[in-house]
């Protein structure tokens, strides 16, 4: 199942380069790894991510729609999906807002220092305010913009790399990507 532990672990297993993982704050300040802003599609639960303290998003089984073998799986903190990856991939995290972050970039610097994981995490956004503020916060971590759709010159702004909807990735916008020092990531591919 997405964005759990069992995910993690299988990942480095097969000796994945990189894990991606989402991240969000949970009502009582806990960085939680969660990719929506409710648990519908991963358990069934409306329970909405900013609106929950973390042991309420911890007792719901996030696992059991991917199959039986999966029913101990719940949402994870950073702190533990860090461990699972620490010294086996590498870790790019997505930080989600849906417009409730209270202190996302700072919660989530001190827990990938706490875990000793600097150099082993990339971190991006569609919020391009949360990703400049995690780029002040840390300049020398690497932090990209993510995009889905065109929005005005993203090579003009200030990032590490660009995360774009593999359409945008055009022979026209790679090009002057790289010359612009962005590296450019595409997704999602099948």
Same mark, same amino acid.
């Given at each position: 199942?997405?964005?759990?532990?069992?995910?993690?672990?299988?990942?480095?297993?097969?000796?994945?380069?990189?894990?991606?993982?989402?991240?969000?704050?949970?009502?009582?300040?806990?960085?939680?790894?969660?990719?929506?802003? &409710?648990? *519908?599609?991963?358990?069934?639960?409306?329970?909405?991510?900013?609106? $929950?303290?973390?042991?309420?998003?911890?007792?719901? &089984?996030?696992?059991? +729609?991917?199959?039986?073998?999966?029913?101990?799986?719940?949402?994870?903190?950073?702190?533990? $999906?860090?461990?699972?990856?620490?010294?086996?991939?590498?870790?790019?995290?997505?930080?989600?807002?849906?417009? +409730?972050?209270?202190?996302?970039?700072?919660?989530?610097?001190?827990?990938?220092?706490? !875990?000793?994981?600097? &150099?082993?995490?990339?971190?991006?956004?569609?919020? +391009?305010?949360? *990703?400049?503020? *995690?780029?002040?916060?840390?300049?020398?971590?690497?932090?990209?913009?993510? !995009?889905?759709?065109?929005?005005?010159?993203?090579?003009?702004?200030?990032? &590490?790399?660009?995360?774009?909807?593999?359409?945008?990735?055009?022979?026209?916008?790679?090009?002057?990507?790289?010359? $612009?020092?962005?590296?450019?990531?595409?997704?999602?591919?099948?």
């Amino acid at each position: 199942p997405e964005n759990t532990l069992a995910a993690f672990r299988l990942a480095t297993e097969q000796g994945a380069d990189f894990v991606e993982l989402d991240v969000q704050e949970s009502s009582d300040g806990e960085v939680v790894v969660v990719h929506d802003s &409710d648990l *519908m599609k991963i358990g069934g639960s409306p329970l909405k991510v900013w609106e $929950a303290t973390a042991a309420a998003l911890r007792s719901v &089984d996030i696992g059991s +729609h991917t199959g039986p073998q999966f029913a101990s799986e719940r949402v994870p903190t950073l702190a533990e $999906a860090l461990a699972a990856c620490k010294g086996r991939a590498k870790v790019v995290v997505e930080l989600k807002s849906y417009g +409730h972050a209270q202190r996302l970039e700072e919660r989530v610097a001190a827990i990938v220092e706490a !875990a000793g994981m600097e &150099d082993d995490c990339v971190f991006m956004s569609l919020d +391009h305010a949360m *990703m400049a503020r *995690m780029k002040a916060l840390r300049p020398g971590w690497r932090c990209g913009l993510l !995009a889905a759709q065109t929005m005005g010159d993203l090579i003009s702004r200030p990032a &590490d790399f660009l995360a774009v909807r593999a359409a945008m990735a055009t022979p026209g916008f790679v090009p002057r990507a790289h010359p $612009a020092g962005r590296d450019v990531y595409r997704w999602a591919l099948n």
